[in-house]
C-alpha cells in the first residue's frame, strides 16, 4: 500500500482503465495522421506519464519534443499567467502539431500555445490530445479533439498531475482530499 494512498479521496481511473483509454486514442490519432507530418509535443511535466505511453501507441512517424509552461505555480487554483520556461527545438512550420497533455481546465494554457507560438510559427494544423478534459473549469476557447477521459470538477493527481510537484509517480488517477491544500 503506497503511503501517498492515505491523501487521495477516491480513485477515479485505475491503472488498466488509462491503458485501455490510450490504446483507444492512439489508434484513432494512427488513422488521422496517416500521410500526414507529425510532430507530437508534450508539455512538461505534467504530461511526460501520458506522453510516454500515448507515442507508444501512435503507430506512425513522428518527431517529439517537449515545452516546459508553468501557469498554475503551486496553487490549486489557475492564475491564467503562461510562462514559457524551455521551448522547442523543432521546427513546426508546415507540419502537424499534436499537443499531449495532462489536463485542460480553463484552456488558457493551450490557447496561448496555440495563438501565439505555434500558429504563428506556421504550423499546418494544431489538435490536441489530453488524458483528462475538465470542460467545467473553461475559459478560453480550447477544442480538445482527442481525450481519454473527462474530469470531474476536482483537484486531481497521480499519472503525471501534481499536487505542489508531488503525486505524479501515483499509477492511478485519483482526487486529491481537500485537507492536504486547502
Ligand atoms: P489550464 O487549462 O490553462 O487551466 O491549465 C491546465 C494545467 O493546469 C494542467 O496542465 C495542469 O498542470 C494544471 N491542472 C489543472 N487542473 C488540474 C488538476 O485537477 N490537478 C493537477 N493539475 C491541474
Ligand atoms: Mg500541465
New binding site residues.
Partial sequence: MSEMNKDIEKILFTAEEIEEAIEKVGKIITEDYRDKNLVVIG?LK?SVVFFADAIRKIDLPCECDFMSVS??GNAAV?SGRVLINKDITTVVEGKDVLIL??????????AYLRDHVFLSRGAKSFEICSLLD?PS?RVAPVDVKYKCFE?PN????GYG???AEKYRNLPYIGVLKREVYM
Fill in positions: 508539455i505534467g501557469s498554475y489557475s497533455e495532462d489536463i485542460v481546465d480553463t484552456g488558457k494554457t493551450l475538465k473549469g474530469a476536482e483537484f486531481l493527481v498531475l501534481d499536487y
